[in-house]
């Protein structure tokens, strides 16, 4: 492993020394901000004040904290390494530098935590429907606020053993933990497992068990909306383990005492690295990828807000009300012509009547 004396702030050593390859990394950065800006956001209007997303409640109050949370991931962690990157060096100060070093590990352990959360809720969903009640808003929200608490408790951690501990890493262009205190040695291995290996194994072993249901439920796809639900989940928890693999690779073969591995300036450790921490951003702006797939009341919110962005909606809408109000005159006027032609009818019988008698 990289020893803690090396100096990785130094950019001579692990800055990127082409400006034309920095300027292209700050490009890929600022292509993650912007997506999720729009994503995110629209996820979280679409959900709360358009009710968009026609799932089960539970499942969409889970959709809001992960669109949260990676909104929160790029404002924290992805702005910090645009600013970085363009300025070659860290230029935010000192109370940024701590918000990024706590908030890289308090969202990502968050964001694990909530997707398994999503896909346990559905596998549970799936296998007993009729108990769907008891999954309600209230208990999504619950459920989602008790996994933003547990990642809060790895900063607390942080901060009880070692706050100060944080550093400019030049290989990411953004602050990170030293892990230079001893009591790491013996507690590290146990966050990991608690924040890592747990949610993961959960999130791949509930993943597998719903790609089973899938395939037996795409031969009849009665309900959509658990179709939907389902292949939402799926996709998502799908993405965002593709997106961590390389950076588990990364982390395994970092313990396994290569000799390659312990190079601190090997392209292991340096650009390796910096591609495999880079590609974990995939899973914060995918979701609204995802969701305009496979969610079709999401999708067709999108098409109408398209409309409304460019004129067309209120087109529509007017075109809409001139053929109601047509249809109504027409309406009346059948109206109007069925009792006039009733009225007549009655005077002719009475005349007629008159006459015979």
């Known amino acids: 492993m990289t020893s803690v004396e090396v100096n990785l702030s130094n950019g001579t050593e692990f800055g990127i020394q082409q400006d034309g390859l920095r300027y292209a990394w700050a490009g890929y950065n600022i292509f993650i901000l912007l997506s999720s800006l729009l994503g995110d956001t629209t996820i979280l209007v679409a959900s709360f004040k358009y009710r968009a997303f026609k799932l089960h409640r539970f499942v969409v109050v889970v959709i809001q904290h992960i669109a949260l949370c990676d909104l929160s991931v790029s404002v924290v962690v992805v702005l910090s390494r645009v600013v970085s990157l363009l300025a070659n060096g860290w230029v935010l100060g000192r109370m940024w530098k701590y918000a990024v070093a706590y908030g ?3 969202f990502n352990g968050v964001g694990l935590l909530l997707i398994s959360v999503m896909t346990s809720s559905k596998l549970f969903l799936m296998k007993f429907p009729f108990r769907g009640r008891s999954l309600s808003t209230r208990t999504g929200q619950i459920s989602c606020a008790l996994m933003w608490v547990l990642g809060l408790v790895f900063v607390v951690i942080i901060i009880a053993i070692d706050g100060d501990d944080v550093l400019f890493d030049h290989r990411t262009y953004d602050c990170r933990l030293g892990w230079s205190a ?14 890592t290996l747990i949610p993961l194994m959960v999130v791949v072993g509930t993943t597998i068990s719903l790609l089973k249901i899938a395939m037996k439920f795409a031969q009849n796809r009665g309900d ?26 990364y982390t395994f073969i970092g313990y396994s005492g290569a000799q390659f591995a312990d190079d601190p300036h090997s392209f292991f450790r340096t650009h390796y690295n910096r591609v495999v921490k880079s590609f974990i951003f995939i899973n914060t702006i995918s979701n609204f990828y995802i969701y305009s797939l496979t969610v079709k009341s999401f999708r067709e919110f999108l098409r109408t807000s398209r409309l409304n962005v460019f004129g067309w909606g209120s087109n529509t809408a007017r075109t809409t009300n001139i053929s109601m109000k047509s249809t109504t005159s027409q309406t009346t006027s059948t109206s109007i012509f069925s009792r006039s032609s009733r009225f007549f009818s009655w005077r002719g019988s009475r005349r007629s009547t008159t006459t015979s008698g």
Do not use: D, E
Not at 231 to 246: G, N, Q
């Open 104 to 106: 890289i590990y308090y």
């Open 182 to 195: 001893p009591a790491w040695r013996r507690i590290k291995p146990v966050i990991v497992g608690v924040y």
């Open 224 to 249: 959509s909306v658990k179709w939907q639900g389902m292949i939402t989940t799926i996709l998502v928890a799908a993405v965002y383990c593709l997106s961590i693999l390389p950076y588990t690779v």
